[in-house]
């Protein structure tokens, strides 16, 4: 499966039961401010800021019964699949998962296990990830910590989720940016 398509498709995307969803999210975001984040999802002392991106993709839910209330259903997360873009709309790599997967052009890759959220309205939440240990030699080479700043839709969708939609699948378009982090 090739990760990394020549170029970035933004369109109109049909879902089972979910409609049409459309993909505009305007102009590319400004540079990152660090003191903008919530403390919540601020990284701790003795990092800096080593990579900003943009990733725009989208966000699959399905529908299911709730664990601890069979009789009940509600759309749960399976997983994203966004394109990662410099600031200029570079192609810089992917973020797909679970788990958490960031795979830089270059080569190098990085994981990550959620540290703390921090909602906001219609988006999916801003979030703080510490990385694991990285894999190839690149850009997320040492990476210690990702925020995810500045999100823009995401969040589950609008329609009914019952006994009848069970095991639907449903595709939110999303766009976010990540910031990778490096020790000082």
């Given at each position: 499966?090739?990760?990394?398509?020549?170029?970035?498709?933004?369109?109109?995307?049909?879902?089972?039961?979910?409609?049409?969803?459309?993909?505009?999210?305007?102009?590319?975001?400004?540079?990152?401010?660090?003191?903008?984040?919530?403390?919540?999802?601020?990284?701790?002392?003795?990092?800096?800021?080593?990579?900003?991106?943009?990733?725009?993709?989208?966000?699959?839910y399905?529908?299911?019964?709730?664990?601890?209330?069979?009789?009940?259903?509600?759309?749960?997360f399976?997983?994203?699949?966004?394109?990662?873009?410099?600031?200029?709309?570079?192609?810089?790599?992917?973020?797909?998962g679970?788990p958490?997967t960031?795979?830089?052009i270059?080569?190098?890759?990085?994981?990550?296990?959620?540290?703390?959220?921090?909602?906001?309205?219609?988006?999916?939440?801003?979030?703080?990830?510490?990385?694991?240990?990285?894999?190839?030699?690149?850009?997320f080479t040492n990476?210690?910590?990702?925020?995810?700043?500045?999100?823009?839709n995401?969040?589950?969708?609008?329609?009914?989720?019952?006994?009848?939609?069970?095991?639907?699948?449903?595709?939110?378009n999303y766009?976010?940016?990540?910031?990778?982090?490096?020790?000082?």
């Amino acid at each position: 499966m090739n990760h990394f398509p020549s170029k970035l498709a933004c369109g109109l995307l049909v879902v089972t039961t979910v409609g049409l969803t459309a993909c505009a999210f305007g102009p590319t975001p400004n540079a990152f401010n660090p003191d903008s984040v919530p403390d919540q999802i601020k990284v701790p002392a003795g990092h800096r800021v080593a990579l900003e991106t943009v990733g725009s993709g989208k966000i699959t839910y399905e529908c299911r019964a709730k664990k601890d209330a069979p009789n009940q259903y509600a759309w749960e997360f399976v997983s994203p699949d966004a394109q990662l873009t410099d600031r200029s709309g570079r192609l810089i790599g992917k973020y797909f998962g679970p788990p958490a997967t960031w795979t830089n052009i270059d080569g190098s890759t990085v994981t990550g296990a959620q540290v703390a959220v921090f909602p906001v309205d219609k988006s999916i939440p801003l979030q703080l990830v510490k990385a694991n240990p990285s894999t190839g030699n690149g850009g997320f080479t040492n990476v210690t910590y990702i925020q995810r700043v500045a999100t823009r839709n995401g969040i589950v969708p609008a329609d009914t989720c019952n006994q009848l939609a069970e095991g639907t699948r449903a595709d939110v378009n999303y766009q976010a940016d990540y910031i990778f982090w490096k020790a000082r």
